[in-house]
């Protein structure tokens, strides 16, 4: 009878819309753990081996650079503290990459680096000795699959560890395009949106700088209102067809920022600082 179809369709909505619920919930307990701990831990280098590295070594990327033993493991969290209290500064490095075949800063790009940390220590007032740095393909692993997604999905616990975000976009060219790179290409990529966002959810803007030839820039509130809008950028991943992948990039992001959002909204409603548990 139609009483008896309604009836049926309500209970399956209704169940339908609890294992919904039960699902999301997962989803954030996942989430969360990628926003407490390390997954994989915070690999860095001393500014001074950084700059003595040739791009030739950087492009050997983490496993080559491991191999030279230029690496520091920071295994916990518990670890990066007691690094912060030694004195140490580190100094986390954000790009966009101009080549879809070569991982990593271009030249341009590494000198603007090497330039930015020498100001961030003459700025900050410390020895060049207690400066270490985060760059991408020097501290997340390239080549074994098994390792690098734990090591993406800790972005945000590395980016929320650093003592200061350097925005590094240097007006130059894609290798492949052609096309302007500049602080607007920088600025409309998923990943350094990503970077950014995690960032300033956990130290505001106060410690957040452009590099520019001029001296260490800091960024500001207008910037960040259209970085904040993460999934309105472009990843190279769509732009090609994701050729090779099983899966889009923005899929790997799913859990890390929904867990990074309800941490943020739980602080500010408990008016809590959010580097602390929730």
Known sequence: SLVLWIARTVITKRRLLLERERLLSEQVSQGLTMVHQFNYPMVLISAEDFMELSMGDIR???????????????????????????????????????????PGP??????????????????????????????????????????????????????????????????TRHDNTGERADRLSYKSRVWTRVEQVAYASVHGLKSMYFYDKSGLEQV???????????????????????????????????LPLLAMWYKVSVAQTRNIDPTQGT
Not at 67 to 77: P, Q, S
Not at 225 to 242: L, Q, S, Y
Request: net charge negative; aromatic share 12%.
């Open 60 to 102: 050997t990327l983490h496993e080559g650079v491991r191999d030279m033993g230029k690496l520091k493991y920071l295994d916990t969290v518990a670890k990066v503290n007691d690094f912060h209290i030694q004195g140490k500064k580190i100094v986390f490095f954000s790009y966009e990459w101009l080549s879809w075949t070569m």
């Open 220 to 254: 500001g509130e207008e910037w960040m209102r259209g970085v904040v809008c993460i999934f309105e950028a472009n990843m190279t991943c769509c732009r090609r067809k994701h050729e090779g992948m099983s899966r889009c990039d923005q899929e790997s992001l799913v």
């Open 106 to 171: 271009s030249d341009i790009q590494r000198e603007a680096m090497n330039q930015a940390v020498m100001m961030f220590q003459e700025q900050e007032q410390v020895f060049m000795q207690d400066v270490y740095i985060w760059l991408d393909i020097l501290a997340i692993p390239q080549y074994h699959p098994g390792i690098k997604l734990p090591a993406i999905n800790s972005l945000y616990m590395y980016a929320s560890s650093v003592d200061a975000l350097i925005i590094i976009a240097p007006e």
